[in-house]
Nanobody, 117 residues
Framework: QVQLVESGGGLVQAGGSLRLSCRASGSTIQINAMAWYRQGPGKQRELVAHITSNGLTNYADPVKGRFTISRDNAKNWVYLQMNSLKPEDTAVYYC???????????WGQGTQVTVSS
């Protein structure tokens, strides 16, 4: 079993920056890929950024060039650096971990990010 705990959310003005952190504990050797998702008010949960165990990344189009996902495998942390924030980035951000074989996925409890205009 894997537990994920996010931190770093908060209130920021448009154009500002925040850094989200997620610490994995438990059976972390099982983790392959990690990701950040978000769910805005009245919206479905969507993928923001994804990183594999060897550091390959991909990003949702709305955040490309503004957000950076990174990972510290040795210390079981994953980060999301968010720059040039926009009001439409307002959402609850969730940390996600996936094990490929056998398939399993884990979610954090979420952290609120609010961007004021």
């Amino acid at each position: 079993q894997v537990q994920l705990v996010e931190s770093g959310g908060g209130l920021v003005q448009a154009g500002g920056s925040l850094r989200l952190s997620c610490r994995a504990s438990g059976s972390t050797i099982q983790i392959n890929a990690m990701a950040w998702y978000r769910q805005g008010p009245g919206k479905q949960r969507e993928l923001v950024a994804h990183i594999t165990s060897n550091g390959l990344t991909n990003y949702a189009d709305p955040v490309k060039g503004r957000f950076t996902i990174s990972r510290d495998n040795a210390k079981n942390w994953v980060y999301l650096q968010m720059n040039s924030l926009k009001p439409e980035d307002t959402a609850v951000y969730y940390c996600h971990a996936r094990r490929y074989y056998p398939s399993a996925e884990y979610w954090g409890q979420g952290t609120q990010v609010t961007v004021s205009s």
